[in-house]
């Protein structure tokens, strides 16, 4: 049998998307291998994104309030929608748990979704439930559109276009140290009381409650910019640039001291002994957006704070490398297997 390991998550995705037919319906323009899949509508394509949140590989609730797990099970799927360059519309939410849930306990799971629909402007309109042997299960889907004109797909990119991505990265990946750090204080003395300092707020948020950057695609349509590729950052801005190049057939060379990283991010990763580069390289759970634009599009972009420049793609597509300043360039490499459980 062959370990799963040995192909590693875009290994992972190549095997399922070869193996599946072809569409039979005319409908139906793009399947699997971008963030959602894509359907003609007429003026307009829908889109369909289906995220999976499972206990005790995606989440602890030793420390996750219900409440914020449900906002961010949204938040998975319109990160999707966003990174198609779409807006999304509805959404249904499926999930299975077992007996030792009470309903105040789902009630609360539900206040978060409801939170996040309100934020995102979009209708719950269905779902299913079931019994679950092993925790609580979520999946949730989410559909949205997108006018023909701007559809963004991950295929798209070109040599010599700039490589953006919004806010900052890794930040939730040092949140989640922080929480687990406390975790294994609680377990060692029940009786402690949680001792996150005001300055680490920003990352257990980032953690708990990521936001979707959809006001990154209001911001691009104001100004008349459509992205040639966009991919969001769910697994770690290593592993999404790997699947736009590859996928586009391009290589890149994106600057370390590009990479946008917050201060609170960096004084974490002292504290915990781990490089910032690579939690922003490989922590995954920031949800922003990674795209690339023609250089003179990048132009209109150049002041906006939110948005950062990190590099550019080249016509090698067997190197995708970050670059020091002294010049050493070291390959990018995705995480495998182990990186679906971030």
């Known amino acids: 049998m062959t370990d799963l390991n040995t192909l590693g998550e875009i290994g992972l995705i190549d095997r399922i998307r070869q193996a599946t037919p072809t569409p039979v319906h005319?409908?139906?323009?793009?399947g699997i291998g971008d963030d959602a899949a894509v359907f003609d509508w007429g003026n307009d394509y829908g889109l369909l994104a289906t995220d999976m949140l499972v206990e005790g590989?995606?989440?602890d609730l030793t420390y996750v309030p219900l409440k914020h797990l449900g906002y961010k099970a949204v938040t998975f799927g319109v990160s999707d929608i966003a990174a198609m360059n779409g807006l999304p519309l509805q959404l249904t939410v499926g999930i299975a748990l077992s007996s030792r849930f009470p309903v105040e306990a789902i009630d609360e799971l539900y206040e978060g979704i409801h939170a996040a629909c309100k934020a995102y402007n979009i209708d719950l309109v269905g779902g299913d439930t079931t019994a679950s042997r092993s925790g609580l299960i979520i999946s949730v889907s989410v559909l949205g559109k997108v006018t023909k004109d701007l559809i963004t797909y991950r295929n798209t990119a070109q040599p010599n276009d700039v490589v953006c991505v919004t806010g900052d990265l890794g930040s939730a990946y040092l949140g989640l140290q922080l929480l687990e750090r406390e975790k294994q204080v609680f377990l060692a003395d029940p009786n402690m009381q949680p001792s996150i300092s005001e300055e680490r707020a920003y990352l257990v948020q980032r953690q708990l409650r990521p936001d979707a950057r959809t006001d990154i695609v209001h911001e691009l349509r104001d100004?008349?910019?459509r992205p040639t590729a966009m991919i969001d950052v769910s697994d770690g801005l290593a592993s999404e640039l790997l699947h736009l190049c590859r996928q586009s057939g391009t290589g890149a060379i994106i600057f370390d001291e590009n990479v946008p990283i917050d201060d609170q991010a960096?004084?974490?990763a002292d504290e915990f002994k781990i490089s910032p580069m690579t939690a922003a390289l490989n922590g995954g759970e920031d949800y922003e957006l990674l795209f690339t634009v023609r250089p003179q599009a990048f132009e209109k972009?150049?002041?906006n704070a939110r948005i950062t420049a990190i590099g550019y793609l080249t016509n090698d597509p067997s190197q995708v490398v970050l670059a020091t300043k002294a010049g050493q360039q070291?390959?990018?490499r995705a995480q495998g297997w182990a990186q679906?459980?971030?």
């Open 340 to 342: 679906l459980d971030k």
């Open 223 to 225: 100004l008349g910019i």
């Open 301 to 303: 972009l150049s002041t």
């Open 26 to 30: 005319p409908e139906t323009i793009r």
């Open 57 to 59: 590989i995606h989440f």
């Open 330 to 332: 070291t390959p990018l």
């Open 266 to 268: 960096y004084l974490a």
